[in-house]
């Protein structure tokens, strides 16, 4: 687009971006069903046995200090996956004198991974427990965010940031709709993700926002990226932390 209409090529690119995303919500409003009942099928699977969790929502003691924690790494996550989301192509461009096609290129390597990043990180939470696969996905991801941030090589490690960043950038919310259903119970799911994305959406604000600051008073991003690491280790030791699920939710 940019090689086509020059320096109004980014306004074609998301004018091609809006007719996508139009064409997939009627997609959505013409295919999609809030049950299998409305087209004559069942749900896959066992039914579970009527209880009063399905309709009574019954808050415990300490389930607010598991949302809460929940939340704060929701944040966590929302605040460094933007920095690097946001700014990568611009490091590659300005630090690593990347032409705009072949940082383009790079980054398009994050879509290509991060098709297998919530259903793998998800399947493998499934098997090892909810807190442990939080913990791994911020374990990767502070590696993707060493590895930007402190320049030891040339393209190729450079490469292996932006791989590790597109395996587990959608890892997290995936597991943290399992987490909450299994801590607070389903009745409560919903009500529950809701508030813990109020945490995503501040972090989502405000990490880019400061990587802004950071990077005007040292002229690099490479701090940003070193603190983005050094809040994903601490996410993965509080994501590690976490108490196993009671046994009647």
């Not at 020059?6 to 959505?28: E, K, T």
């Not at 939470?125 to 590895?147: E, H, M, P």
């Not at 590790?164 to 009745?187: C, E, K, N, R």
Request: charged content about 10%; aromatic content about 14%; proline content about 4%.
């Amino acid at each position: 687009m940019n090689r086509l209409y020059g320096a109004d090529g980014w306004r074609s690119d998301w004018l091609v971006l809006g007719l996508l995303c139009l064409l997939v919500a009627a997609g959505a409003a013409l295919f999609l069903r809030n049950h299998p009942a409305e087209v004559g099928l069942e749900p896959l699977g066992r039914p579970l046995p009527p209880s009063d969790e399905q309709f009574v929502s019954r808050e415990r003691r300490g389930d607010g200090v598991i949302l809460l924690r929940l939340g704060l790494l929701y944040l966590v996550f929302g605040a460094t996956f933007m920095v690097f989301g946001t700014f990568i192509v611009t490091t590659m461009v300005g630090e690593y004198g990347f032409s705009e096609a072949k940082a383009g290129f790079y980054w398009s390597w994050v879509g290509l991974f991060s098709m297998f990043s919530g259903v793998g990180f998800g399947a493998l939470s499934d098997r090892i427990g909810r807190k442990w696969g939080l913990a791994l996905v911020f374990a990767v991801q502070t590696a993707a965010y060493l590895l930007a941030g402190l320049k030891p090589g040339g393209s190729l490690l450079l490469s292996a940031s932006i791989v590790l960043y597109g395996v587990a950038v959608f890892a997290i919310p995936a597991i943290m709709a399992a987490a909450v259903g299994d801590y607070l119970g389903l009745s409560r799911a919903a009500t529950s993700f809701a508030t813990i994305t109020l945490f995503f959406a501040f972090g989502q604000s405000v990490g880019p926002a400061m990587a802004g600051v950071i990077a005007k008073a040292t002229g690099t991003f490479r701090y940003a990226y070193l603190l983005a690491a050094a809040l994903t280790v601490a996410a993965a030791f509080l994501a590690a932390g976490l108490p196993a699920p009671r046994k009647d939710n």
